[in-house]
């Protein structure tokens, strides 16, 4: 009987340190935000969100969040940027690394934007303060539903909600105060700082008086639609695009409707000339906002760009290429005037390895131009990079020709010596920027010259010494009495009787000439 028994132990999964709370909407346009999740977990612990962060996952984001007590809040973690948590930074890294050891969960990057962290830019991406509906609470509340905030209403160019088509709200209906994105009594759907309820309590409640044109409404529903898309997208795309494979789909598109003239092309969209040409040559990428107004121009889905960009950076890689030498799926090779800029690029990439480094005048020359100007037009931040490195450069020459300088005037036992002044005046420099650079060298210069000084002023004590002893003896020839004011008409210069060192040569002359009683 006992031979059936199994003694083994049996299999005990991993446990978590926090419940494995299901993400609401993962997939969807509605997909929640990871700070709402963090909300969300601390009330199913009920526990203030602030507290649930600073005792289990501010520690795990790094040591230094560990503290005694709980005084300065989240800012002592924060500083007041908690809408970072939500974005692509590593802020938002680290929690969604620490929540997700603390949980167990594996998807929870995706209610952020770090999947696009490649190609969108963080600047004015999300906003600084909480954005909401109140019919969507209410009607959460009424259909016994969780509270949550979908990661769409926290972006900055999202304004409206499109179930209820009226405007987010961002002011507590009570205390009339904006709430921070997270704080230490964040709760969906409540007022962090007087914990009232924010959303609509009747079931049917009409929506807001709202006026906007039919255009403005037409650009902010595309917007909230295209948002939403993207972000039900970051759980299941595999790949995100990259920059390079961006540019080239924007390059496409100029080159299937203007022929490739990107000047043209950043007047019909009603952009700038300078940054749509950084945009085509992947130097710099458009914002989030930015990007929206092109696709909107285009009447082409905000995911069908980067659906295209994914498309080329696979083609790349399976062809083993750069993405520089891609074709874009849209046309059947890059316009001549993209490829003679990049073409320009890869050369003023190449004059930043160069040894001496060239000017940037020079580095125009090479390439045709007489003045730097174009090369500023389409690349400013490679030209000031090259600028920066030639006058490094020449600064390093510049101190290496004034420590042979110096060095030649140490050697050179001139005499009467150089001052540091006459030295400094004589290089085309400053006496404080030789003192900063060559400390030691300018110490012997001085010194030598100070030398030099003292033994004038000997010299010339000597000389004075003697001419008094001269005139007081011709003074009392005459049978005068050599006062101080009566030697001093007969000197060379007169005010010189008052220096302590003549005054000391009369007293002794008189003494033996008699007239010291």
């Known amino acids: 009987m006992y031979e059936s028994w199994n003694v083994q132990p049996p299999s005990i999964p991993e446990r978590s340190r926090l419940y494995q709370l299901e993400p609401i909407g993962l997939g969807t346009p509605s997909v929640e935000s990871l700070i709402s999740y963090v909300s969300r977990l601390a009330e199913a612990y009920c526990v203030p969100t602030g507290l649930l962060i600073v005792n289990e996952i501010a520690p795990l984001m790094k040591a230094e969040y560990t503290f005694g007590d709980k005084e300065g809040g989240l800012d002592r973690i924060f500083a007041n940027q908690t809408r970072a948590l939500n974005g692509m930074g590593n802020w938002s890294k680290s929690l969604v690394q620490a929540l997700e050891s603390l949980t167990l969960r594996t998807n929870l990057r995706s209610l952020?934007?770090?999947?696009?962290?490649?190609?969108?830019?963080?600047?004015?991406?999300?906003?600084?303060?909480?954005?909401?509906?109140?019919?969507?609470?209410?009607?959460?509340?009424?259909?016994?539903?969780?509270?949550?905030?979908?990661?769409?209403?926290?972006?900055?160019?999202?304004?409206?909600?499109?179930?209820?088509?009226?405007?987010?709200?961002?002011?507590?209906?009570?205390?009339?105060?904006?709430?921070?994105?997270?704080?230490?009594?964040?709760?969906?759907?409540?007022?962090?700082?007087?914990?009232?309820?924010?959303?609509?309590?009747?079931?049917?409640?009409?929506?807001?008086?709202?006026?906007?044109?039919?255009?403005a409404w037409a650009w902010h529903a595309w917007v909230a639609n295209n948002i939403g898309d993207l972000t039900a997208s970051a759980s299941r795309e595999p790949i995100t695009p990259s920059r390079e494979a961006i540019a080239l789909t924007l390059a496409g598109y100029a080159r299937t409707l203007f022929e490739g003239n990107i000047s043209a092309?950043?007047?019909?969209?009603?952009?700038?000339?300078?940054?749509?040409?950084?945009?085509?040559?992947?130097?710099?990428?458009?914002?989030?906002?930015?990007?929206?107004?092109?696709?909107?121009?285009?009447?082409?889905?905000?995911?069908?760009?980067?659906?295209?960009?994914?498309?080329?950076?696979?083609?790349?890689?399976?062809?083993?290429?750069?993405?520089?030498?891609?074709?874009?799926?849209?046309?059947?090779?890059?316009?001549?005037?993209?490829?003679?800029?990049?073409?320009?690029?890869?050369?003023?990439?190449?004059?930043?390895?160069?040894?001496?480094?060239?000017?940037?005048?020079?580095?125009?020359?090479?390439?045709?131009?007489?003045?730097?100007?174009?090369?500023?037009?389409?690349?400013?931040?490679?030209?000031?990079?090259?600028?920066?490195?030639?006058?490094?450069?020449?600064?390093?020459?510049?101190?290496?020709?004034?420590?042979?300088?110096?060095?030649?005037?140490?050697?050179?036992?001139?005499?009467?010596?150089?001052?540091?002044?006459?030295?400094?005046?004589?290089?085309?420099?400053?006496?404080?920027?030789?003192?900063?650079?060559?400390?030691?060298l300018c110490c012997s210069i001085s010194s030598r010259y100070a030398s030099y000084l003292s033994e004038c002023r000997v010299k010339r004590i000597q000389l004075l010494k003697e001419e008094i002893r001269q005139v007081a003896a011709k003074l009392e020839d005459q049978g005068i009495e050599p006062t101080a004011s009566r030697v001093s008409l007969y000197l060379n210069k007169p005010r010189s009787i008052l220096q302590k060192e003549a005054k000391a040569a009369l007293k002794e002359v008189r003494y033996e000439l008699g007239w010291g009683k």
């Open 112 to 215: 952020t934007m770090l999947p696009w962290a490649e190609v969108i830019p963080q600047k004015s991406l999300l906003k600084p303060t909480r954005a909401w509906c109140p019919n969507c609470y209410g009607d959460s509340q009424i259909a016994e539903q969780p509270l949550y905030e979908p990661l769409l209403w926290s972006f900055s160019c999202v304004e409206v909600c499109l179930h209820h088509q009226q405007p987010l709200h961002s002011l507590c209906p009570t205390c009339q105060k904006p709430n921070r994105p997270l704080a230490w009594l964040s709760r969906p759907g409540y007022c962090s700082k007087c914990r009232e309820w924010l959303g609509s309590y009747r079931k049917l409640e009409a929506a807001q008086s709202w006026e906007i044109t039919e255009s």
């Open 265 to 440: 092309f950043s007047r019909w969209l009603g952009l700038g000339r300078v940054q749509t040409h950084r945009w085509v040559t992947g130097e710099s990428a458009p914002e989030l906002k930015t990007l929206l107004k092109i696709c909107f121009r285009l009447e082409v889905p905000l995911l069908k760009i980067f659906n295209q960009a994914i498309a080329n950076t696979c083609l790349a890689k399976e062809a083993k290429q750069p993405l520089e030498q891609t074709k874009v799926a849209s046309s059947s090779s890059l316009n001549l005037q993209v490829e003679e800029v990049s073409k320009q690029i890869r050369q003023m990439k190449a004059a930043l390895t160069e040894d001496p480094p060239p000017s940037l005048a020079k580095v125009a020359e090479r390439l045709g131009y007489r003045r730097t100007t174009t090369l500023y037009y389409y690349a400013s931040d490679m030209c000031h990079a090259i600028s920066a490195k030639h006058t490094e450069y020449q600064k390093v020459v510049e101190l290496k020709n004034i420590r042979c300088a110096l060095e030649a005037v140490i050697a050179n036992d001139v005499c009467p010596p150089p001052s540091l002044q006459k030295v400094a005046q004589s290089i085309s420099t400053s006496v404080h920027t030789l003192k900063k650079h060559f400390p030691e």
